[in-house]
């Protein structure tokens, strides 16, 4: 079979499962692909399919997958006591459904052990061709007919130099691109050598001695080197080359760790010239997979073998790159050997940055007909002045990247003291530290390339503006209306856009105020001995609790009480590193209420001083926000999320205190705190951004005006503008 570096397809994935609906097992083979190379992607996955069902798999490939089967099914059955009662009660009424014989874990482990021995290739790949004829045998008499052949395309797709064109399809050209993928000629897989190690135990030998991986002291504050707080279970450290390690001994997950390494910069990093730079290379090494002179294929088997699942992802301020391992077979060191290799031999492909820049531009040109994305898209314009780094890059910042100026993007963001490592599993300190000094402290401090330590800093758009209400049109079937309502907030530590410090102002205000009733009073339960008021989280805790209340008043009045929306939210965007921070409220709707829905939020939205929260509201709030802490606490997931800027020196406010005192901090909050987050909430007219999307049968006139309108300015021809809309918008927070 013949490799592409640049495939026709997005995703191919075949599925085999029992479903319950059909009454019957269902085999389904979902092909995902850009409109203009369906026909190859067609063509592709049913020649690899016709070639799986003639050659079958191999001897090395049956033995690792079957190896991973039972890694995985070992893991679920020593996992047996974290299932929640819901996951279980959900398996057992599947089984039920379906026919299945009702097994815990365990059991259903120790029933695959006794079968895994017992299964030959012969078998596997007479199983194969039975379930895969359908579709390798298409055409022929003897083949079984498929139940379907399902297409979803779009009605209009994006030509270079054509603009906007109707897309095309018939029944005929899909069965004649499936007959033609089955006509090439196939040949068998060949075996491929899979690595059980990406550095051989000489070369980290070598790199010990050459770079001499040691700990330092924590902090310029102190001498030690090892910071450990009983109550958490929280150990510090930092390497020589400057990286910073949090990691905790959690053993709520048996034999399971993951770790997550966070670069400050992200996004907001990306300069005017090479704006998409940071996104669109974070996917290219991606998209890439290889590492050293392992070929992807080789990086995925290997993680296959050792049950490593890793993503890699860019924020407007963080590039993250995460590892869910199990401990069993040195999973955690393998997880390791991969961040290292990604750190110090990334390989950067011309194929790789090709397929990210087309993806985005996918994105872009797609996301006109999203209603909620094109809606999302025009407030936050607005709202952050065009600022292109909280949105999709447009065709025009695409066209200006190259595959240095990405690699130099994220490349330059990779250094010691801008990273942060947080580990948490089921390990030991000897396993975990050994791991550390091995991996990281191999890993060098600093590159070649000049890092840039400034990027412009992110502005709201200067108010009043003729922006600050907008409304998107799309002609659509269903009649059907959003509406998004946004404005300033501060970001977590209290800092805001215009460079005020509000918790040095609450603090010089708590001070000053003398007698009278203080609701910050000092508490010294749990070893705290400042008050919520003086305490780093501030913002963080009464900015949840607010968010807590504002979102059930709208639930109550908008919904329930006034009957105009089928689903209303308010959700806050509050940054680390960014000094700024919005608010967004999310309505649902019809084209007749949406306007009156947008009216009673905002009305809700300023009506907490004459409306006055009550003890009941902030009671419920706590409650809430406490019982979900408390649930979550149990996963390794959640550790890593409160772990994390822990050492960062981009967010100097964060401290253990900030994890330790937590669950005080949430009891402690009175209505006043409250009141103090709301006024640094920007609810007037004049700070206040709204956009209302409405789509239906509009005239044409109804529909062509917004077009228009964007198509005065430079950064978006020819297109509605659009963005990443609401995951920009309403990234939850950590």
Not at 564 to 570: A, E, H, P, Q
Not at 626 to 640: D, F, G, Q, T, V
Not at 651 to 657: A, G
Request: proline share 4%; glycine share 6%.
């Amino acid at each position: 079979m013949k490799t592409s570096s640049n495939p026709p397809f997005t995703s191919v994935e075949l599925d085999h499962s029992d479903s319950g609906r059909e009454g019957c097992t269902v085999t389904t083979l979902t092909i995902t692909a850009e409109p203009k190379n369906w026909k190859s992607a067609i063509r592709v996955a049913v020649h690899e399919v016709r070639r799986l069902k003639e050659f079958g798999v191999t001897q090395g490939e049956l033995t690792r997958y079957l190896d991973a089967l039972l890694k995985d099914s070992e893991h679920l059955a020593a996992m047996i006591d974290n299932v929640s009662s819901v996951d279980n009660l959900d398996f057992i009424m599947e089984s039920d459904a379906l026919g299945h014989k009702v097994m815990d874990q365990r059991q259903g482990h120790e029933s695959l052990l006794a079968v895994a021995g017992t299964v030959t290739l012969d078998e596997v790949n007479s199983v194969g061709a039975k379930v895969l004829e359908f579709i390798a045998d298409f055409g022929k008499p003897t083949a079984p007919l498929p139940a379907a052949i399902v297409a979803c395309v779009p009605k209009k797709v994006h030509i270079e130099g054509a603009g906007e064109t109707e897309f095309k399809i018939s029944s005929t050209e899909i069965t004649d691109a499936i007959k033609a993928g089955l006509d090439e000629p196939i040949e068998p897989e060949p075996e491929l050598e899979v690595p059980k190690e990406l550095i051989q135990s000489s070369k980290l030998e070598e790199l010990k001695e050459q770079r001499k991986p040691a700990f330092i002291p924590v902090s310029p504050e102190t001498d030690a080197t090892k910071l450990h707080d009983e109550e958490t279970g929280i150990t510090r450290r930092r390497l020589a080359n400057g990286i910073p390690v949090n990691y905790k001994i959690s053993k709520t997950e048996t034999q399971s760790g993951v770790m997550r390494l966070i670069v400050g910069g992200g996004r907001a990093a990306e300069s005017s010239e090479s704006r998409g730079s940071v996104i669109v290379g974070v996917r290219t090494l991606s998209e890439g997979g290889r590492v050293g002179n392992f070929s992807r294929e080789q990086v995925e088997l290997f993680c296959v073998n050792h049950l490593i699942n890793c993503s890699l992802e860019s924020t407007e301020e963080f590039i993250s790159m995460e590892f869910r391992f199990t401990l069993r077979d040195n999973g955690m060191r393998a997880a390791f050997q991969l961040l290292h290799m990604v750190l110090e031999h990334s390989v950067w492909l011309d194929d790789a940055f090709d397929r990210a820049r087309q993806l985005y531009l996918s994105y872009y040109r797609s996301i006109p007909k999203s209603l909620e994305r094109s809606t999302a898209h025009k407030l936050m314009v607005a709202m952050l002045d065009g600022d292109e780094r909280f949105i999709e890059p447009t065709p025009k910042s695409l066209e200006n990247l190259t595959l240095q100026s990405v690699k130099d993007a994220v490349m330059n963001q990779f250094v010691g003291d801008n990273m942060e490592v947080c580990i948490v599993g089921d390990f030991t300190e000897e396993e975990i530290e050994s791991c550390i000094l091995d991996y990281l402290g191999t890993a060098q401090a600093t590159r070649n390339c000049k890092r840039e330590q400034e990027f412009n800093p992110p502005l709201f758009r200067s108010s009043p503006s003729v922006m600050q209400f907008q409304e998107v049109f799309l002609k659509d079937t269903d009649e059907r209306a959003c509406a998004y309502i946004a404005g300033p907030a501060p970001n977590r530590w209290g800092f805001t856009v215009d460079g005020k410090d509000l918790l040095e102002s609450i603090n010089s205000a708590s001070t000053i105020k003398d007698g009278g009733e203080k609701s910050d009073a000092p508490h010294t339960e749990g070893g705290l001995q400042r008050s919520l008021r003086g305490h780093p989280l501030f913002f963080g805790i009464t900015m949840g609790l607010l968010s807590e209340i504002i979102n059930s008043r709208l639930f109550t009045t908008v919904r329930d009480s006034l009957g105009l929306t089928y689903d209303v939210s308010f959700e806050l965007n509050l940054f680390d590193r960014l000094k700024l921070g919005w608010y967004v409220i999310s309505v649902t709707s019809t084209p007749s209420k949406v306007h009156k829905a947008v009216d009673a939020c905002k009305n809700v939205l300023r009506g907490l001083h004459s409306n006055k929260i009550t003890d009941r509201e902030l009671d419920r709030a706590k409650r809430t926000l406490l019982m979900r802490h408390e649930a979550e606490i149990k996963s390794n997931a959640y550790w890593l999320g409160l772990l994390a800027h822990l050492q960062a020196s981009s967010v100097p406010r964060k401290d253990i205190s900030c994890i330790k005192d937590l669950p005080f901090l949430y009891e402690a909050a009175t209505i006043e705190d409250i009141y103090l987050a709301y006024e640094q909430l920007k609810v007037d007219e004049n700070s206040l951004y709204a956009c209302i999307g409405i789509a239906g049968a509009q005239s044409a006139e109804d529909i062509t005006a917004p077009l228009e309108e964007e198509e005065s300015g430079d950064a978006y021809p020819g297109v509605i503008p659009v963005g990443r809309g609401l995951s920009t918008m309403t990234r939850p927070t950590t």
